[in-house]
């Protein structure tokens, strides 16, 4: 049994879930997809704004951008959301956003929007999604934005990135470039980079592992392992709850300023370490010293070892 609502025949599993929803009694479901393709040459660059939805930008080696969206929901949410792209210049903007309802209207809206979006590989990236994950592989442009709620997740990028969220978790896989990615709730993990690294969470741990560059990583609220895999570049580890594991090559130098409030600081470099070295509290020099290891936690203990 299906539906029709004057747009697509929607399966009887989409209905029944909008009618689990109390105000949603007697609504119709409904769907629809947005198709826009636009020439920008090899780079270009993509802005979108919209009040939901998940974002997913693939590069590609065409010079076009192409925008599809997908909308499903209660058939008067689907009506009421509103989504344009225009171009200017090399640049494409998409903006979607779910009109206001009347102020005697009081249900929530029931709208699922998702975004593919294939673009150059150059292309630069301007996201902004209030309320959906954001998924980018392989773009090698400047990348900037943040959701609201939901993940981000980063594969392959070659840019420099500013990306936030305010609930979910954050993860980039061989990246290149400076990343500066927070979460005010969820965990961070972060592998093989070129480059330097700024991770924040306020809840979650934290894996910053395989980098070449400059680290600073901080949780008020987990355990956090990093590892580097070329010269030490300074390294800033701060945990308000949790350990802190730190993996360095055997070779590497620095100024270690390690401290545990709550348990033991032990670095595993026999032999190698000038200075003060107490069972919660490391001031030394490593190798002769150098770039700053600066590691501490107010409620665990931490280790510095070495690594590859």
């Not at 709620?149 to 305010?166: H, K, P």
């Amino acid at each position: 049994m299906t539906v029709n609502s004057g747009m697509r025949r929607v399966p009887l599993l989409l209905l029944a879930s909008l009618l689990a929803f109390p105000g949603a009694a007697g609504a119709r479901a409904a769907e629809r997809s947005f198709r826009r393709s636009y020439s920008v040459g090899s780079t270009g660059m993509l802005s979108l704004e919209t009040s939901t939805g998940s974002v997913n930008v693939i590069a590609g080696d065409s010079g076009d951008i192409r925008v599809d969206a997908d909308i499903q929901g209660r058939e008067q949410d689907v009506n009421d959301f509103d989504l344009s792209a225009e171009q200017s210049g090399d640049e494409v903007i998409v903006r979607g956003a779910l009109r206001e309802q009347e102020a005697w209207v009081w249900y929530s809206p029931r709208l699922a929007v998702s975004f593919t979006i294939r673009v150059p590989r150059e292309c630069g990236l301007k996201l902004q999604t209030a309320d959906g994950s954001i998924r980018v592989d392989g773009v090698r442009g400047v990348l900037k934005g943040g959701t609201s709620t939901g993940d981000i997740s980063l594969a392959g990028t070659e840019g420099n990135v500013n990306l936030e969220t305010r609930s979910g978790s954050l993860r980039a896989d061989s990246c290149r470039g400076t990343l500066d990615m927070s979460t005010s709730g969820g965990g961070a993990y972060i592998n093989h980079v070129e480059g330097d690294v700024n991770i924040s969470t306020s809840a979650g741990d934290v894996a910053v592992t395989d980098v070449s560059g400059s680290i600073r990583a901080e949780t008020e609220g987990g355990n956090m392992v990093i590892s580097l895999v070329g010269p030490n570049r300074g390294i800033h580890a701060e945990s308000s709850g949790g350990d802190i594991r730190i993996s360095l090559p055997r070779r590497d130098s620095g100024d270690i300023d390690a401290e545990a409030s709550g348990g033991e600081v032990v670095c595993d470099f026999p032999g190698r370490l000038q200075g003060t070295m107490r069972n919660d509290e490391i001031d030394a020099r490593l190798n002769g010293g150098g770039s700053p290891i600066y590691a501490h936690t107010r409620g665990g203990s931490v280790r510095i070892a070495p690594g590859y």
